[in-house]
């Protein structure tokens, strides 16, 4: 591996901040390129993005979103007013990040089996074939000058999402990702050494 290509993989961060600047489609269009190239059980692709531009589309999900959170931190007894504040920086977040694209999944073009074990491991496949995709997404949006940043939150409230964007029974929403040019730049978060997390061989306890 070139030492380049390494240190692309070290300084990408994930960013939550972005200035108000317009993301060019020759840009976006490269970037979802990159994304589509990545590889996938079966080449089955299994891979669908929506992408958001529209502010008003952006204000509509990102609330709805929010208040399904607000609800969730509810039960959990996260107190009201901590719940509001942090379903109102939620919505800020995604409201003002230029690009969000909502990353999703599809079974339509993975194997089908008559036994549920199989069903759920092909459907873990598929999982995987879209993280796989994501991580190109990110890694060729900084490659483009943007950040980006991974949000999991459509997995909480798939049916939300669904609506307000018309998406269809048979594809799930998985993620979020912001997209822009960055406003901040966070410090590198801690990363375990490769003793912790590499065997060879066999499995060894690391203590």
């Not at 994304?35 to 089955?44: M, T």
């Amino acid at each position: 591996m070139s030492l380049n290509l390494l240190n692309v993989f070290r300084s990408r961060r994930s960013v939550k901040e972005y200035l108000p600047k317009e993301i060019s489609n020759k840009v976006l269009f490269r970037i979802l390129e990159a994304s589509r190239w990545a590889p996938s059980a079966h080449n089955a692709q299994p891979w669908r993005f929506i992408v958001i531009q529209d502010s008003a589309t952006k204000r509509k999900l990102a609330k709805a979103m929010a208040s399904r959170w607000n609800k969730d931190m509810s039960k959990n007894g996260v107190p009201k007013e901590q719940r509001e504040s942090l379903a109102k920086a939620s919505v800020e977040r995604f409201e003002n990040a230029p690009i969000i694209i909502i990353v999703c999944l599809t079974m339509e073009n993975m194997d089908e089996y008559p036994d549920d074990r199989r069903k759920k491991i092909e459907y873990v496949m598929a999982v995987q074939s879209v993280a796989a995709a994501i991580e190109n997404t990110l890694l060729a949006a900084y490659a483009e000058g943007l950040d980006s940043c991974w949000f999991c939150a459509p997995l909480f409230c798939q049916d939300v999402v669904r609506k307000i964007l018309k998406i269809p029974q048979h594809v799930d929403p998985q993620a979020l990702i912001t997209l822009g040019y960055p406003a901040e730049r966070p410090n590198p978060p801690p990363r375990k050494t490769l003793e912790e997390i590499v065997h060879q061989n066999h499995w060894r306890h690391t203590t």
